[in-house]
Nanobody, 123 residues
């Protein structure tokens, strides 16, 4: 099992930037896909971005060109650089790790989750 801990959330104005971090511990070698999800108030949790073991990246259409996912394997840390933030990006952001197959954006394939970090974008 992999333990995940997010950090870096906060309050930012429209157009601003934030970088989220997710530090992994435990059996990190078994996680070949890492992802970010978010849940806005009153909405279901949704896929944001993912990165595989070959550094292939995947994004939700609404964040393409604004968000960048990356990983530092030496530090067991996953990042999400978020630029040009909009009020619609306001949500709790979760990092997740997958050691199984399936769709990149499917929550069912992720078997480890962090506790989440709040991102609030003011208008």
């Amino acid at each position: 099992q992999v333990q995940l801990a997010e950090s870096g959330g906060g309050l930012v104005e429209t157009g601003g930037s934030l970088r989220l971090s997710c530090t992994a511990s435990g059996r990190t070698s078994s996680s070949y896909l890492m992802g970010w999800f978010r849940q806005a108030p009153g909405k279901e949790r949704e896929f944001v971005a993912a990165i595989d073991r070959f550094d292939g990246t995947y994004y939700q259409d609404s964040v393409k060109g604004r968000f960048t996912i990356s990983r530092d394997n030496a530090k067991n840390t996953l990042y999400l650089q978020m630029n040009s933030l909009k009020p619609a990006d306001t949500a709790v952001y979760y990092c997740a790790a997958s050691s199984s197959g399936g769709l990149v954006s499917a929550q069912y394939r992720y078997n480890s989750w962090g506790q989440g970090t709040q991102v609030t974008v003011s208008s």
